[in-house]
């Protein structure tokens, strides 16, 4: 055993890595043993009694007497200016908020707290400590960052950040400014964009060299579903190349192997276009080989580098990628999934659209989503909502009412790839209310290896067909869990286990659906539970509309298509969180 001066021991104990022990002077508790072990610290006041306590008209005040700090959740520790550190409260209340104070050298260790009541609620909790030598406050700040040193590997240096100024309520920057010490505790470096415009990030992700974004860790988006839906988009526009979605024979046969494709209601494409940047390319063109980091028979994308990762932080009108991905709706939270490296990963939707040219020719138009995407009312909501922006979120609600009272209904025709047995299938009409497994943190059913595989071609597989007229079709990727909605569209859907859940909305009485939209506000509601309602766990489909038309709504974006294939992609892109505590 070594003593340092009066109070600092090191112990070697079992032969393990030594123990650092010291007295310190924790704020607003008092007189601690603080102890560092292999995996955090812990601390336990010196002595206690109840007249020498940190107590205050019976409320507890400032940290416990006794509490560990797992090195995991600890995301900074820096040395501070000699100041003031508060010693235990005294018994006499008229100095019970003041307390006697002590000039001391300080450290401080910002670390994670999370919430007893909601485990997914995370609070960014500071320890202040002091010690009369200023050596000693070194030696622990040395010390513990040598020991944070491993937790560091996978945790973000360098990231870039895109704001949303006008997301939600209009506070994108504001909130932004509220989690931004979080960031620069952390040591992180950012590079902070503020969009001036739509489609701005999108244009910046997508000019962006890979070598330029080889430099950065990962990409925040300051904003709500849509706005990280832009991002992911200018994202894989020209690093995803995947093969044209499965389709059964005959939606091919019907756009002449795209060559004399036609649509009500043609989406001209003046831009030039390069075949060699086109995201998707026939099913026979690529092959298992390339130097791309995520490599399948009929998938290529270049990620920058191995610890690139796509984060939110949460300001947007519903932020359900983040109340799915973290379990809470709170910037706070998110920043710290953040700077301690979490990581989920996310399937992504592709859908794909064949439009025309400026010179008549037909190729596919593809955009990804990683929620949902959805048709007829949540197209018609998205679009109505457009005309009431100045609202902010409640043009949701507004628009929401208008399309439900005007109860339209489209007629399409709709094939999805018939999963096996063994893979999950949806329960029988007698079965519908099965044993419920929610995604959450280390989620089994998404670590599974035998998850679904989204490539497998369509004319090796059975398609399951609906035709009809329809309120709405929606292609739920993940659970889209938010404040009109607390289980979701679908409350068992997971992150990451390569399926969607397709849900058809038939044409029935306004009083039914409203029935079925009650069922969704609901906890613990059963909104699938209608004859009218179709529910397949698939892992692509096919969609074409005739007459009237919707617009389809991908992550809360339009995306106007008649005809249109869709598959899914098993954890493509990494997110900064790790699924949520439920």
Same mark, same amino acid.
């Given at each position: 055993?070594?003593?340092?001066?009066?109070?600092?021991?090191?112990?070697?104990?079992?032969?393990?890595?030594?123990?650092?022990?010291?007295?310190?002077?924790?704020?607003?508790?008092?007189?601690?043993?603080?102890?560092?072990?292999?995996?955090?610290?812990?601390?336990?006041?010196?002595?206690?009694?109840?007249?020498?306590?940190?107590?205050?008209?019976?409320?507890?005040?400032?940290?416990?007497?006794?509490?560990?700090?797992?090195?995991?959740?600890?995301?900074?520790?820096?040395?501070?200016?000699?100041?003031?550190?508060?010693?235990?409260?005294?018994?006499?209340?008229?100095?019970?908020?003041?307390?006697?104070?002590?000039?001391?050298?300080?450290?401080?260790?910002?670390?994670?707290?999370?919430?007893?009541?909601?485990?997914?609620?995370?609070?960014?909790?500071?320890?202040?400590?002091?010690?009369?030598?200023?050596?000693?406050?070194?030696?622990?700040?040395?010390?513990?960052?040598?020991?944070?040193?491993?937790?560091?590997?996978?945790?973000?240096?360098?990231?870039?950040?895109?704001?949303?100024?006008?997301?939600?309520?209009?506070?994108?920057?504001?909130?932004?400014?509220?989690?931004?010490?979080?960031?620069?505790?952390?040591?992180?470096?950012?590079?902070?964009?503020?969009?001036?415009?739509?489609?701005?990030? $999108?244009?910046?992700? =997508?000019?962006?060299?890979?070598?330029?974004?080889?430099?950065? @860790?990962? !990409?925040?988006? *300051? #904003? /709500?579903?849509?706005?990280?839906?832009?991002?992911?988009?200018? $994202?894989?526009?020209? =690093?995803?190349?995947?093969?044209?979605?499965?389709?059964?024979? @005959?939606? !091919?046969?019907? *756009? #002449? /192997?795209?060559?004399?494709?036609?649509?009500?209601?043609?989406?001209?494409?003046?831009?030039?276009?390069?075949?060699?940047?086109?995201?998707?390319?026939?099913?026979?063109?690529?092959?298992?080989? /390339?130097?791309?980091?995520?490599?399948?028979?009929?998938?290529?994308?270049?990620?920058?580098?191995?610890?690139?990762?796509?984060?939110?932080?949460?300001?947007?009108?519903?932020?359900?990628?983040?109340?799915?991905?973290?379990?809470?709706?709170?910037?706070?939270?998110?920043?710290?999934?953040?700077?301690?490296?979490?990581?989920?990963?996310?399937?992504?939707?592709?859908?794909?659209?064949?439009?025309?040219?400026?010179?008549?020719?037909?190729?596919?138009?593809?955009?990804?989503?990683?929620?949902?995407?959805?048709?007829?009312?949540?197209?018609?909501?998205?679009?109505?909502?457009?005309?009431?922006?100045?609202?902010?979120?409640?043009?949701?609600?507004?628009?929401?009412?208008?399309?439900?009272?005007?109860?339209?209904?489209?007629?399409?025709?709709?094939?999805?790839?018939?999963?096996?047995?063994?893979?999950?299938?949806?329960?029988?009409?007698?079965?519908?209310?099965?044993?419920?497994?929610?995604?959450?943190?280390?989620?089994?059913?998404?670590?599974?290896?035998?998850?679904?595989?989204?490539?497998?071609?369509?004319?090796?597989?059975?398609?399951?067909?609906?035709?009809?007229?329809?309120?709405?079709?929606?292609?739920?990727?993940?659970?889209?869990?938010?404040?009109?909605?607390?289980?979701?569209?679908?409350?068992?859907?997971?992150?990451?286990?390569?399926?969607?859940?397709?849900?058809?909305?038939?044409?029935?009485?306004?009083?039914?659906?409203?029935?079925?939209?009650?069922?969704?506000?609901?906890?613990?509601?059963?909104?699938?539970?209608?004859?009218?309602?179709?529910?397949?766990?698939?892992?692509?489909?096919?969609?074409?509309?005739?007459?009237?038309?919707?617009?389809?709504?991908?992550?809360?974006?339009?995306?106007?298509?008649?005809?249109?294939?869709?598959?899914?992609?098993?954890?493509?892109?990494?997110?900064?969180?790790?699924?949520?505590?439920?």
């Amino acid at each position: 055993m070594e003593r340092n001066g009066d109070d600092s021991i090191r112990d070697a104990v079992g032969g393990q890595e030594p123990v650092l022990r010291s007295s310190l002077f924790l704020d607003h508790v008092g007189e601690v043993i603080l102890c560092l072990n292999s995996d955090g610290l812990s601390w336990k006041l010196v002595q206690s009694s109840d007249t020498d306590r940190n107590i205050c008209f019976r409320i507890k005040l400032g940290p416990p007497d006794a509490a560990d700090v797992k090195f995991s959740d600890i995301y900074a520790v820096e040395l501070i200016d000699q100041g003031v550190v508060h010693r235990s409260n005294p018994s006499s209340p008229a100095r019970c908020l003041l307390g006697p104070e002590w000039q001391m050298h300080r450290f401080i260790v910002h670390a994670v707290q999370r919430s007893k009541s909601q485990p997914s609620l995370w609070t960014a909790a500071m320890y202040n400590f002091g010690h009369k030598d200023p050596q000693t406050c070194q030696m622990w700040v040395d010390r513990i960052n040598a020991s944070l040193s491993r937790e560091m590997e996978d945790r973000p240096k360098n990231l870039l950040i895109f704001v949303h100024p006008m997301s939600g309520k209009g506070n994108g920057c504001q909130t932004w400014e509220t989690v931004a010490p979080i960031f620069s505790r952390a040591n992180v470096q950012t590079k902070v964009i503020v969009t001036e415009r739509a489609g701005h990030a $999108f244009d910046v992700m =997508r000019t962006t060299t890979d070598e330029e974004l080889r430099q950065y @860790d990962g !990409v925040l988006a *300051v #904003g /709500g579903d849509g706005f990280f839906n832009e991002i992911l988009n200018g $994202f894989l526009s020209t =690093r995803l190349k995947a093969a044209y979605p499965p389709a059964p024979a @005959d939606f !091919v046969q019907s *756009v #002449g /192997g795209y060559n004399d494709f036609s649509v009500d209601e043609p989406v001209a494409d003046t831009s030039s276009h390069d075949e060699d940047d086109s995201p998707l390319i026939p099913n026979n063109a690529l092959g298992a080989e /390339g130097d791309s980091s995520y490599t399948d028979g009929d998938l290529k994308f270049l990620v920058p580098n191995e610890r690139f990762r796509l984060g939110i932080i949460p300001a947007g009108s519903t932020d359900a990628i983040v109340i799915c991905t973290t379990g809470a709706r709170d910037p706070i939270t998110s920043a710290l999934h953040i700077v301690l490296g979490k990581r989920v990963g996310l399937d992504i939707g592709q859908i794909v659209r064949w439009r025309i040219t400026s010179t008549s020719k037909v190729e596919p138009c593809a955009r990804y989503a990683a929620s949902f995407a959805g048709y007829g009312f949540y197209g018609d909501v998205i679009t109505e909502s457009e005309k009431y922006r100045w609202m902010g979120p409640k043009r949701y609600d507004y628009s929401g009412t208008k399309v439900f009272m005007r109860h339209r209904s489209y007629e399409a025709e709709i094939a999805c790839l018939e999963i096996k047995a063994q893979e999950g299938t949806i329960p029988s009409e007698g079965q519908k209310k099965c044993r419920r497994v929610i995604c959450r943190v280390d989620c089994k059913i998404c670590n599974a290896k035998t998850a679904g595989d989204p490539n497998v071609r369509g004319r090796e597989a059975n398609w399951l067909r609906s035709k009809g007229r329809y309120l709405s079709v929606g292609a739920a990727i993940m659970a889209n869990r938010n404040e009109r909605a607390p289980d979701g569209l679908v409350a068992d859907a997971h992150l990451g286990d390569g399926f969607l859940h397709l849900i058809l909305i038939k044409d029935c009485p306004r009083a039914l659906y409203l029935l079925h939209l009650l069922q969704l506000a609901k906890k613990d509601g059963n909104p699938l539970n209608f004859e009218f309602v179709e529910h397949h766990k698939t892992r692509a489909f096919t969609f074409k509309s005739s007459g009237n038309s919707s617009i389809w709504n991908l992550d809360g974006e339009p995306f106007p298509a008649h005809q249109l294939s869709a598959q899914v992609f098993r954890r493509l892109v990494s997110l900064f969180a790790s699924g949520p505590l439920v």
